[in-house]
C-alpha cells in the first residue's frame, strides 16, 4: 500500500495516514466564536471521509485578534464545552483534531471587533498600534491560555498560526516588524516571540503533547519574509521543540502568490511550495506537512516517496469533498474535483458559510 495511507505519530498522536486537513476559516461558527451545527457537521463529514488529522479553522485567541466574522474562538472558558462537541465528533470516527491558535494583528477589522488593532509596528498595512512590551507579554499568556482550552476541550494538539499575514507572521516580516527592539531588527529578534509563545504554551500542555506551527516560507512581497530568514526560523523552532511544521507562504495582499492560488489545472501547477519544502528538508528534521494547490494522488505520492514531505496538506479540495482521501483509499484514484477557482470564500464572505459554489450549482441543475 502507498506510504500516503501508513500509520505516523507525531509527538505520541498517531495518525491513520498521512494526509492533513488544512485549516481555514468556514464562517459558520457563532457571532462570539461559537460551535455551531453546521460546524460540527463539517468537522464530523472531515472525520468521516477519513482525513488523518484535521486542523480546525484559525480560532482567535484575543477578541481583538478576531480576523473575520463568524470566526471560531478559543478566547474564553465558556467555549470549551461547544469545541469538546467538535473533538468528540472528530474522535467518535476514529480521527484526530488539532486547534490553531491566531490572532490577526494588523488584519484585525477594528469595525467587527470594536477594538483597536494591533501589530510589531504601526508601518506597514491598515493602521494599527505598535504592540508594548506589556501587551506582547498579554499576547503570550493569551497562547498559553487558548492552548490550556485546547487540551480541556478533548483536542490531540494545537497548531500556532504564524503564515499569511497574521500577527506571528507580521512578527517574523521585515515588511511589517520595524521595531528597534529585542522583537524586531535581524531574524533572530523578529523569531524572539514565537520562542516565547512556544515555551509559554509548552509550559502548560506538557511534553507529551503536540505542537505544531503553520509557517510561511517566504511572505512573496517585496520587503517581506524570505526563504532564507524562514530557514532560520525553522531551525530555531526544531531546537526549541516544535513537534511538526506546516510549510504554507504567500500574504492574501500578495495577489497571484497568496496562500489560495487559481489555475492549478495540471500536476504541474500543484504543490507551489514544494522547491521550499526540499530546502526545508535538507536542513529540519521535524514532520513536515506541505500544504499549497496539492490535488492528485500521483503528485502527493511523489513527494513522499521522494521524501520532500512527511505528510500531506490539503484545503479547498475538502470544501468540495470532505470524503476524498476515503474515495482514493477505495481505488477510485481521479484527482480532487476542486477547480481552485476560489468561488468558495464568496458564501463565507456573505455570511452563509464556505461551501463549493460550482457543486452547488450542478445540483441545482440536476435537480431541474
Request: aromatic share 6%; proline share 4%.
Amino acid at each position: 500500500m502507498s506510504k500516503l495511507f501508513e500509520v505516523s505519530t507525531i509527538n505520541g498522536m498517531q495518525l491513520a495516514n498521512r494526509f492533513v486537513r488544512s485549516a481555514t476559516w468556514e464562517g459558520m461558527a457563532g457571532e462570539d466564536g461559537s460551535i455551531t451545527p453546521a460546524l460540527l457537521s463539517c468537522m464530523r463529514q472531515l472525520a468521516e471521509g477519513q482525513v488523518g488529522l484535521i486542523i480546525s479553522s484559525h480560532a482567535y485567541i484575543k477578541p481583538e485578534g478576531q480576523a473575520g466574522s463568524k470566526q471560531i474562538g478559543i478566547y474564553k472558558d465558556e467555549l470549551i464545552d461547544g469545541l469538546k462537541q467538535v473533538t468528540e465528533a472528530v474522535h467518535n470516527q476514529g480521527g484526530k483534531i488539532v486547534l490553531q491558535m491566531a490572532h490577526s494583528g494588523c488584519s484585525a477589522n477594528p469595525k467587527l471587533t470594536g477594538l483597536e488593532a494591533l501589530g510589531p509596528s504601526d508601518g506597514e498595512g491598515p493602521p494599527c498600534r505598535e504592540m508594548t512590551l506589556e501587551d506582547i507579554q498579554d499576547l503570550i499568556e493569551a497562547f498559553g491560555a487558548a492552548a490550556g482550552r485546547a487540551v480541556r476541550a478533548g483536542f490531540d494538539g494545537v497548531q500556532m498560526h504564524a503564515a499569511h499575514g497574521y500577527l506571528l507572521n507580521q512578527f517574523l516580516s521585515p515588511l511589517y516588524n520595524k521595531r528597534t527592539d529585542a522583537y524586531g531588527g535581524k531574524v533572530d529578534g523578529r523569531y524572539r516571540i514565537l520562542r516565547e509563545v512556544l515555551k509559554k504554551v509548552r509550559s502548560v500542555v506538557g511534553d507529551g503533547y503536540p505542537i505544531l506551527i503553520k509557517l510561511n516560507s517566504q511572505d512573496f512581497l517585496e520587503g517581506g519574509l524570505t526563504l532564507e530568514d524562514s530557514l532560520a526560523v525553522g531551525r530555531w523552532l526544531q531546537e526549541d521543540g516544535i513537534d511538526a511544521i506546516e510549510l504554507s507562504g504567500g500574504m492574501l495582499k500578495a495577489g497571484k502568490l497568496g496562500p489560495s492560488r487559481t489555475g492549478i489545472v495540471s500536476e504541474d501547477k500543484e504543490a507551489y511550495f514544494l522547491e521550499a519544502a526540499k530546502v526545508f528538508k535538507e536542513q529540519i528534521k521535524v514532520p513536515l506537512m506541505l500544504v499549497g494547490g496539492l490535488r492528485s494522488l500521483t503528485v502527493a505520492e511523489q513527494i513522499i516517496d521522494q521524501g520532500f514531505a512527511d505528510y500531506i496538506s490539503m484545503c479547498r479540495p475538502f470544501i468540495r469533498e470532505p470524503g476524498l482521501i476515503k474515495r482514493w483509499k477505495s481505488g477510485d484514484v481521479r484527482k480532487a474535483a476542486c477547480l481552485s477557482d476560489n468561488l468558495c470564500f464568496g458564501p463565507a464572505m456573505a455570511g452563509e458559510g464556505i461551501y463549493c459554489v460550482v457543486e452547488k450549482k450542478e445540483k441545482e441543475k440536476a435537480s431541474k
